[in-house]
């Protein structure tokens, strides 16, 4: 949402018509989270913070009532954890969380440790849209793996009402079903296919898993980042027991690729 940044409201003007949006949607409180992208998004925490704080700004100027936060949406590097470390990466309103962006076409190598050494510095990676990866038929038992290991997983709310097709709209549906997901998010780009609305989606996602877990992907779990509540103090989705363990262990896995690669 932030104008004139990376690839998303090309102007102030957008950027305010958005955060309208937002609010006539329901939505109180907004991560304002760019790429960072090396080679292509070259932003640090300093020009977000900066950024945002301009953009709030005139969100009181239009006496727009939105809550801005600021985060990043990271691709996967060697150096993250030592950028998350000295402050030029920036986490989710400056909590443990961090989104964590896979590429979209090339499954990475070292996927499953490049998670387990953001848990290990004591962050809480939240990996963006696996659903709309073009790599997840091949890939699905990793980011159940990464799940176990700690990982938060975040699907689009457009994925799950079709604005990204069929596949994207399968995939959300299948890891809401399977208890994975923790999040639904806007992941807002512009003021149509990708505005930011998430009541169609919770909506959607109410149909599959109830209105109280509905409630917990899109105002309990994000407001506990929000606030840097403890991981082990925030509700779990399905696949978790009472307890915080995983359910989905190495018998049920194979059961659940042997469907997957059977339907």
Same mark, same amino acid.
């Given at each position: 949402m932030l104008p004139n940044f990376d690839d998303g409201a090309e102007n102030l003007e957008t950027a305010l018509q958005m955060a309208r949006i937002a609010v006539d949607d329901g939505i109180t409180h907004l991560a304002c989270t760019p790429h960072i992208y090396p080679g292509l998004f070259n932003y640090d925490t300093q020009q977000i913070e900066s950024a945002t704080n301009a953009f709030r700004h005139e969100l009181e100027k239009a006496q727009i009532p939105l809550k801005l936060g600021m985060g990043a949406d990271i691709q996967l590097v060697s150096e993250m954890v030592q950028r998350l =470390? &000295? $402050?030029?990466?920036?986490?989710?309103?400056?909590?443990?969380?961090? %989104?964590?962006?896979?590429?979209?076409?090339?499954?990475?190598?070292?996927?499953?440790?490049a998670v387990f050494n953001v848990i290990a510095a004591g962050y809480v990676p939240v990996i963006t849209h696996p659903e709309r990866l073009s790599w997840i038929e091949t890939h699905y038992e990793e980011f159940i793996k990464v799940t176990e290991l700690g990982a938060w997983m975040q699907i689009?709310?457009?994925?799950?009402?079709?604005?990204?097709?069929?596949?994207?709209?399968?995939?959300?549906?299948?890891?809401? =079903? &399977? $208890?994975?997901?923790?999040?639904?998010?806007?992941?807002?780009?512009? %003021?149509?296919?990708?505005?930011?609305?998430?009541?169609?989606?919770?909506?959607?996602?109410?149909?599959?898993?109830?209105?109280?877990?509905?409630?917990?992907?899109?105002?309990?779990?994000?407001m506990a980042i929000w606030n840097n509540t403890p991981v082990n103090q925030v509700s779990r989705p399905p696949a978790f027991d009472n307890d915080g363990e995983f359910k989905l262990k190495n018998k049920s896995r194979r059961s659940l690729l042997s469907r997957l690669f059977t339907n």
């Open positions: =470390n &000295d $402050g030029s990466m920036p986490t989710i309103n400056q909590s443990s969380y961090l %989104l964590f962006e896979p590429p979209h076409h090339i499954a990475p190598s070292g996927f499953e440790e689009t709310a457009g994925s799950l009402t079709g604005n990204f097709g069929s596949r994207p709209q399968h995939w959300a549906e299948k890891m809401l =079903n &399977d $208890g994975i997901v923790h999040l639904l998010a806007t992941d807002a780009h512009n %003021l149509t296919r990708r505005a930011p609305i998430l009541s169609a989606g919770k909506a959607s996602a109410a149909k599959l898993v109830g209105q109280q877990e509905a409630d917990e992907l899109v105002n309990a779990r994000p």
